[in-house]
């Protein structure tokens, strides 16, 4: 079984940064699709970005120009960079793999303790 961390969350202000990291415990970045999640109380979970096996990206509408995904399949570890941070991004961060079903990433039934983001003066 492949183990996926999340950190790399915190406090932040509004407009502030941070980034998250997703370290593997196997080499499956350049196999694997892998993607970031996030989860505020009270709504379902939902895919934020994603990066394919090749690298390439997509993202969530409202995080485009705000944020990047990146990986570096040599370390077993995938990025996140958040900019210009916005109260409605606080979440718990999670990070997971899957696989495409048409267009539709589908993730893997097992999920970590992902990672909090409080987005708040």
């Known amino acids: 079984q492949v183990q996926l961390v999340e950190s790399g969350g915190g406090l932040v202000q509004p407009g502030g940064s941070l980034r998250l990291s997703c370290a593997a415990s196997?080499?499956?970045?350049?196999?694997?699709?892998m993607a970031w999640y996030r989860q505020a109380p009270g709504k379902q979970r939902e895919l934020v970005a994603d990066?394919?096996?090749?690298?390439?990206?997509h993202y969530a509408d409202s995080v485009k120009g705000r944020f990047t995904i990146s990986k570096d399949n040599a370390k077993n570890t995938m990025y996140l960079q958040m900019n210009s941070l916005k109260p409605e991004d606080t979440a718990v961060y999670y990070c997971?793999?899957?696989?495409?079903?048409?267009?539709?990433?589908?993730?893997?039934?097992?999920w970590g303790q992902g990672t909090q983001v409080t987005v708040s003066s």
């Open positions: 997971n793999t899957g696989h495409w079903i048409g267009s539709s990433l589908i993730p893997r039934r097992s």
């Open positions: 990066i394919g096996r090749g690298g390439t990206t």
């Open positions: 196997g080499s499956i970045f350049s196999i694997y699709p």
